[in-house]
């Protein structure tokens, strides 16, 4: 199956800097999608990206698709205490490809 | 609007025995999902049904694993006989049509233990 590779695996970081992370893909999506999932919780969809070079933001989120639809960023800005979680990046293909996460810690 | 229901939240077995999950998808939503996520991975899909159908199942260890949506609206995940490997977070998920995607929106998940 498809493999989507995120960077950092971890990261531990102040409250109110800002964070970048990426997610790769060995094959190309036409969508990307990043979610995020809280402990004990199922993940929860935070942006959707639907073509190349597209930059979307969602508050303090901002993910762009890459233009070669193999890879997609993910940035936070400020992050704050509630941003703690793990974000996947996803791609719908012929089934639904998870990435493997970015596990973010915020030390207030 | 009521979101994904699964039970039970923990399950804690021992190898061997069986162990059913319960998922109740969003009202209207015709297709679900079961996903296991092993701790630090993102999760791996399991079965797709599209109403009381499968649309996949490539990825279901089907000497073990089961699902069925009998009347295309709850669904049940069953393991039968659990192996050590099988620990992991059980993750429903029902979707709707969102623009160019599936939009899935997902359950809290129900956490095996097998010991």
């Not at chain 2, 609007?1 to 319960?22: L, M, N």
Request: glycine content about 10%.
């Amino acid at each position: 199956g498809q493999q989507l590779n995120q960077s950092p695996q971890s990261m531990f970081i102040q409250e109110g800097e800002d964070v970048s992370m990426n997610c790769t893909s060995s094959s190309i999506f036409n969508t990307w999608l990043w979610y995020k999932q809280d402990p004990g919780e199922g993940p929860v969809l935070l942006i959707a990206l639907y073509k190349a070079g597209e930059l979307t933001s969602n508050g303090r989120l901002t993910a762009q698709f890459g233009i070669t639809r193999k890879d997609s960023f993910l940035n936070i800005s400020a992050s704050i205490p509630s941003d703690v979680g793990i974000y996947f990046c996803a791609g719908p293909g012929n089934q639904f490809y998870f990435g493997t996460g970015t596990s973010l810690t915020v030390i207030p | 609007e009521a979101g994904v229901a699964q039970s039970p939240r923990y399950k804690i077995i021992e190898k061997r025995q069986s162990v059913a999950f319960w998922c109740n998808p969003i009202s209207g939503h015709a297709t679900l999902y079961w996903y296991q996520q092993i701790l630090g991975q993102g999760p791996k899909l399991l079965i797709q049904f599209q109403n009381n159908g499968v649309v996949d199942d490539s990825q279901l260890p089907k000497d073990r694993f089961s699902a069925e949506r009998l009347k295309g609206v709850d669904s049940t995940l069953k393991i039968q006989p659990a192996k050590l490997e099988d620990s992991a977070v059980y993750l429903c998920a029902s979707t709707e049509f969102s623009g160019s995607f599936y939009e899935q929106y997902f359950g809290p998940g129900t956490r095996l233990t097998v010991t």
